[in-house]
């Protein structure tokens, strides 16, 4: 069966700081995976989407970029962290297209 | 631009009676819809899907309508449990198109079941 990792479960950094979440997925091959994040008392909003290894697409303008340098592996970064970077980080893979199955989130605070 | 809509915040209900969350949709593209189940400090699961050739997609005490002349959805929880109070989110895709399986969420209801 599928299983998708995320970690860490939380994290405070100060601003200013570098950021890094990795996410991998066993069980499947060619996945899409995708970064959404869920900021105080709001929806999930995609950030990143990737369709392959070293693809990546940007869905709103940020302080974060990602890569994809492994089939199964997703990576969020940033070279400095901003207060409003603060929130509720979810990665998410999906084969088939129809729904996408999500990893256990990092709480991330800025500070 | 909210393209997937949910309303109602919150919503009571007594254990045993039936919950109704209720996701509206703009984007006449979205062709695939999901209801997901939200913990705090966890990643949503997935509770129940519907395509829209269908008006209706049943999963035990879960079902979702779909009426896509009023562009509007719900899912109906039928007993309602304790265990069911979480945040529910709707989410659309165009899954007929190109949209590589993104998601659209709306804001999430927080359902609170009382026994």
């Known amino acids: 069966s599928q299983t998708i990792h995320q970690w860490p479960a939380t994290l405070v950094q100060p601003v200013g700081s570098p950021l890094s979440l990795e996410c991998t997925v066993e069980?499947?091959?060619?996945?899409?995976l995708y970064w959404y994040r869920q900021a105080a008392g709001r929806g999930l909003q995609l950030l990143f989407y990737?369709?392959?290894?070293?693809?990546i697409s940007s869905e709103v303008p940020q302080n974060l970029s990602a890569s994809r340098p492994q089939d199964r592996q997703f990576i969020l970064s940033s070279k400095k962290l901003l207060l409003s970077d603060s929130g509720f980080y979810l990665c998410?893979?999906?084969?088939?297209?129809?729904?996408?199955?999500f990893g256990q989130g990092t709480r991330l605070t800025v500070v | 631009d909210q393209q997937v809509k949910q309303n109602s915040p919150s919503l009571s209900v007594q254990e045993g009676r039936i919950s109704i969350l209720n996701c509206d949709y703009t984007?006449?593209?979205?062709?695939?819809f999901l209801w997901y189940k939200k913990y705090p400090a966890e990643g949503p699961t997935f509770l129940i899907s519907?395509?829209?050739?269908?008006d209706k997609n049943e999963d035990g005490r879960f079902t979702v309508f779909l009426n896509k002349s009023a562009k509007h959805l719900s899912l109906h929880i039928v007993p309602s449990q304790p265990g069911d109070s979480a945040v529910y989110f709707c989410?659309?895709?165009?899954?007929?198109?190109?949209?590589?399986?993104?998601?659209?969420f709306g804001q999430g209801t927080i359902l609170t079941v009382h026994p």
């Open positions: 998410a893979w999906s084969v088939q297209l129809l729904g996408s199955f």
């Open positions: 069980g499947t091959s060619n996945p899409n």
């Open positions: 990737s369709v392959g290894i070293g693809q």
């Open positions: 984007n006449s593209m979205f062709d695939y």
């Open positions: 519907i395509s829209s050739i269908k």
């Open positions: 989410a659309a895709s165009d899954a007929g198109g190109t949209s590589y399986g993104k998601l659209t």
